[in-house]
Nanobody
Framework: VHLVESGGGLAQAGDSLKVSCAAS????????MGWFRRAPGKDREFVGG????????RYADSVKGRFTFSKDNVKNTVYLQINNLKPEDTGVYYC????????????????????WGQGIQVTVSS
C-alpha cells in the first residue's frame, strides 16, 4: 500500500484547510485509515481514523468538533478537513493504513498501523 498526502501548507488561525491522502497498491488490505500529527518537539499524536468500508469514525478528544474525516472509495482517497485552525494545529500530518485486528476497531497507536504516508506540513500562524 502506498499513501500520499497532499493539501497542506500555510494558513492563518481561523481558516480551514483540507488534507488529502491517496492510497494505491493493495487497497484490499486496508481496513482502517488513520490520521496522526507530529507537532514540533512532540511525539506523533493520534488525530482520528475511519474504517475504510464502513461509516465508522473515531476522533481524538482534542480535535472533536473541528476535524472531519471523509473518504471517496472510488478515488481511494481519504480527507481530513480542519476548521477553525489554531496555531497548535501546526505540525506534520500523516495518514496511515491499518490491516485491522478487530471489527470496527480504530487503533490510536502508531504501532498498529502498517503503512504510512510521507507526511505533509501544516503551519498555522496566529
Amino acid at each position: 500500500v502506498h499513501l500520499v498526502e497532499s493539501g497542506g501548507g500555510l494558513a492563518q488561525a481561523g481558516d480551514s484547510l483540507k488534507v488529502s491522502c491517496a492510497a494505491s497498491g493493495s487497497i484490499y488490505s486496508i481496513y482502517v485509515m488513520g490520521w496522526f500529527r507530529r507537532a514540533p518537539g512532540k511525539d506523533r499524536e493520534f488525530v482520528g481514523g475511519t474504517v475504510w468500508n464502513a461509516d465508522v469514525t473515531r476522533y481524538a478528544d482534542s480535535v472533536k468538533g473541528r476535524f472531519t474525516f471523509s473518504k471517496d472509495n472510488v478515488k481511494n482517497t481519504v480527507y481530513l478537513q480542519i476548521n477553525n485552525l489554531k496555531p497548535e494545529d501546526t505540525g506534520v500530518y500523516y495518514c496511515a493504513a491499518d490491516e485491522g485486528s478487530s471489527y470496527h476497531f480504530i487503533a490510536d497507536s502508531p504501532r498498529d498501523y502498517d503503512w504510512w504516508g510521507q507526511g505533509i506540513q501544516v503551519t498555522v500562524s496566529s
